[in-house]
């Protein structure tokens, strides 16, 4: 019983938790990590620790959300989370987590981070869309903006190599998806990081590492729910 007891909170606080901490009442939000929370927030305890997400995620668990969730996983620490959609306008989702820091993604780039310290402020990436919809390309600007130390807004330009690197096939979730895999080479005064996309054949990108700031590093993003 208490191996149950465990393993039923853990599963509340790495997908539910993100509807406790004021994500919003949408219906399609109550329809999904809500029925999850509702039945199982009695049952953690205020000193129960977080864990890491992909510790506990089932396809079981996800499947009983309406709601989407994206996995994130900064790459320095190795620590994995989930968000679900806080607003959505048009093609700009900005994603919360437990913890009511989050990320915005357009079009499934990201292209802002808040509550980490040292955010990515904003991205301008419309040649970046244009690329990984028309097979790649050279000479890419992007624009990025970053929150320093001082709470600063410090703007960043940058020239990118989108590169095609062939087909891979990923499992999310115990489903298999084939994807057109995209490298993102990006050079500046500000210094050269890559970013990857992994590309469905309908254009979503499923899965993404991208470059926050050079403080923050990289964190890799996959589409569980959608």
């Known amino acids: 019983m208490g191996a149950v007891l465990a393993m039923t909170r853990h599963l509340a606080w790495a997908l539910g938790l993100a509807v406790l901490a004021g994500c919003g009442n949408t219906d399609q939000q109550d329809a999904g990590l809500n029925l999850v929370t509702s039945r199982l927030a009695a049952l953690i305890s205020s000193e129960e620790e977080v864990p890491d997400a992909r510790e ?80 790649g390309g050279p000479d890419v600007v992007r624009v990025n903006r970053y929150l320093n130390g001082e709470n600063q807004i410090v703007r960043q330009q940058f020239i990118c190599d989108v ?3 062939g087909t891979q096939t990923l499992s999310i979730v115990g489903r298999d998806m084939a994807t057109q895999l995209y490298r993102e080479v990006c050079s500046g005064p500000g210094g050269r990081f890559e970013n990857q996309y992994w590309v469905r054949g309908d254009g979503r990108i499923v899965r993404s590492i991208e470059h926050v700031s050079d403080e923050i590093g990289a964190v890799d993003l996959t589409l569980l729910v959608e």
């Open 163 to 165: 590169v095609p690197e």
């Open 56 to 135: 506990v995620l089932t396809p079981e668990l996800l499947a009983s959300s309406d709601t989407p969730v994206l996995l994130a996983i900064f790459l320095k620490p190795d620590n994995g989370f989930t968000l679900i959609p806080l607003q959505v306008a048009g093609d700009v989702i900005q994603w919360r987590d437990a913890a009511n820091a989050g990320m915005i993604r357009r079009d499934g780039i990201l292209v802002g981070t808040r509550g980490y310290g040292f955010d990515l402020w904003s991205s301008e990436v419309e040649e970046l869309r244009v690329a990984l919809r028309t097979g």
